[in-house]
């Protein structure tokens, strides 16, 4: 029995083993999918770089042929300003981001930073010019200050604990096992969906863009944290070019512009104030919202 048990045990080890690395080797996959999604111009030359104004002019986009996603999508985001996007869920919010990023090349109209068309500039050069704050980080079966320092390879230590502490993640980590050496990800300690979150807006301080992009998760935290990483977002925003994905309206009171999205058109757009008085569907969903948020008795 013993005999037979420590074979099977033996190969209970190597199956994890290889399912994990299969599930790595899914995730390249899916970045190297991305990758060639689009490519670099023939004559595609880095961003300038001196404006991080963004413009969307007259978007379209479809991931399959028969079923637009974006229909007509322009708007501005100025230099070290926020534009928010509210809406219902598949009404395109992310995509927007994925454009941005250029995950995916518009089929219609333009993208561009500080003027330039994003098609026509190295992909390399977009990407570094931008910091996204994900829904769902992934993290790296490494450690935490790697983990970290994936915003800025190269930086100190010293760095790195700089944008936790901005963060607020700082004290966290180090009152974990091995402080900052303690491994994370699927195969370490396993982080709550708030200090991922927080994990992302440390990498994200450290790379220091002209632009950021905060998909906010759909899982809502608890009200403290919520409140909490929103400071902390608000710090990493600060004189960035911001475009948020919002699912709370609180996150998007202060915003320069709030666009609402529906099956891929702007059906409203204007500050919070302007929406509100506007009474239209923003101000059904504030309303909504704050009912929500009233304790129930
Ligand atoms: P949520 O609020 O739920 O995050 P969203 O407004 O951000 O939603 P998107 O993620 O932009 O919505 O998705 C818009 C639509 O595009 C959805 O109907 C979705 O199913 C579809 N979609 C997203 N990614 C792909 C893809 N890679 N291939 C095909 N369709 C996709």
Known sequence: MI?????????????????????????????????????????????AGHDSTVRFEDVSFAYE???PILKHVSFEIPAGKTVAVVGPSGSGKSTLARLLYRFYDVQQGRITIGGEDIRQVTQASVRQAIGIVPQDTVLFNDTVEYNIAYGRPGASREEVEEAARAARIHDFIVHTPKGYETMVGERGLKLSGGEKQRVAIARTLLKNPPIVIFDEATSALDSANERAIQSELKSAARNKTTLVIAHRLSTVVDAHEILVLESGVIVERGTHAQLLEGQGKYAQMWRLQKLEAEPVL
């Open 3 to 47: 005999q037979l048990y420590i074979p099977l045990n033996f190969l209970g080890v190597i199956y994890r083993e290889i399912k994990q690395s299969l599930t790595d080797l899914d995730k390249m996959f899916v970045l190297l999918e991305k990758e060639r999604e689009v490519r670099d111009a023939p004559e595609a030359r880095p961003l």
């Open 65 to 67: 042929a028969a079923r």
